[in-house]
């Protein structure tokens, strides 16, 4: 018996003080739904114009703050300290594979043209390789076929591929990290000595 009246002198000092607290009233929490659903409607529009027009403010602004991935791996800088990032992550294969595309690429010589394809695809590309890059196994029969009769566009699907990888994964990060910024502030520094 004593439990059943501490239950309920519980349950009366519960309900006065919930008498204190403030109840939104009914049309408060239509009006609160409506502007929400304002809001959103606001932000759909505004993001299907950003996206029709893709020179938004942002965009502007980080393109210029940022070197492309392009530009990055073309500095011997950036390109060093890219490759020392990729080390702390254990992924510099990528970008030593996409310098390798490049340097085959600017083969003259079609004598030299099997040999250097066949060394990248052992570096690189054979599936028990000690440097194995992340590529399909649809884009790995193509380069094993190709291997035949080696052209200068063997590996352009691999590249794109690889370089497809780092420019939505690694490079965002690198951006973000105390390699890059190091880099940018060294060259910031010796542009007004």
Same mark, same amino acid.
């Given at each position: 018996? =004593?439990? !059943?009246?501490? %239950?309920?002198?519980?349950?009366?000092?519960?309900?006065?003080?919930? +008498?204190?607290?403030?109840?939104?009233?009914?049309? &408060?929490?239509? $009006?609160?739904?409506?502007?929400?659903?304002?809001?959103?409607?606001?932000?759909?529009? +505004?993001?299907?114009? &950003? #996206?029709?027009?893709?020179?938004? !403010?942002?965009?502007?602004?980080?393109?210029?703050?940022?070197?492309?991935? /392009? /530009? $990055? !791996?073309?500095?011997?800088?950036?390109?060093?300290?890219?490759?020392?990032? !990729?080390? %702390?992550?254990?992924?510099? #294969?990528?970008? &030593?594979?996409?310098? %390798?595309?490049?340097?085959?690429? %600017?083969?003259?010589?079609?004598?030299?043209?099997?040999?250097? *394809? #066949?060394?990248?695809? +052992?570096?690189?590309?054979? =599936?028990? *390789?000690?440097? #194995?890059?992340?590529?399909?196994?649809?884009?790995?029969?193509?380069?094993?076929?190709?291997? /035949?009769?080696?052209? $200068?566009?063997?590996?352009?699907?691999?590249?794109?591929?690889?370089?497809? $990888?780092?420019?939505?994964?690694?490079?965002?990060?690198?951006?973000?990290?105390?390699?890059?910024?190091?880099?940018?502030?060294?060259?910031?520094?010796?542009?007004?000595?």
């Amino acid at each position: 018996m =004593p439990k !059943l009246l501490f %239950s309920k002198m519980r349950f009366y000092t519960i309900k006065d003080l919930m +008498q204190n607290v403030k109840r939104p009233r009914r049309s &408060d929490v239509i $009006l609160n739904r409506n502007r929400r659903k304002m809001d959103i409607q606001c932000h759909m529009v +505004q993001k299907t114009n &950003d #996206e029709t027009y893709p020179s938004n !403010l942002s965009y502007q602004t980080d393109h210029k703050l940022y070197p492309t991935l /392009e /530009e $990055l !791996l073309r500095d011997k800088k950036y390109l060093a300290a890219f490759r020392s990032f !990729l080390q %702390s992550e254990f992924s510099e #294969e990528n970008v &030593d594979f996409w310098l %390798s595309c490049e340097d085959f690429k %600017s083969t003259a010589s079609m004598d030299d043209l099997g040999w250097k *394809a #066949e060394g990248i695809y +052992q570096k690189f590309i054979q =599936p028990t *390789a000690c440097r #194995e890059i992340n590529v399909d196994h649809h884009i790995r029969e193509k380069i094993k076929k190709t291997l /035949e009769q080696p052209s $200068l566009s063997c590996f352009d699907e691999a590249q794109k591929h690889v370089y497809l $990888l780092m420019e939505r994964d690694s490079y965002p990060r690198f951006l973000h990290s105390d390699a890059y910024l190091s880099v940018k502030n060294k060259s910031r520094t010796l542009w007004y000595i």
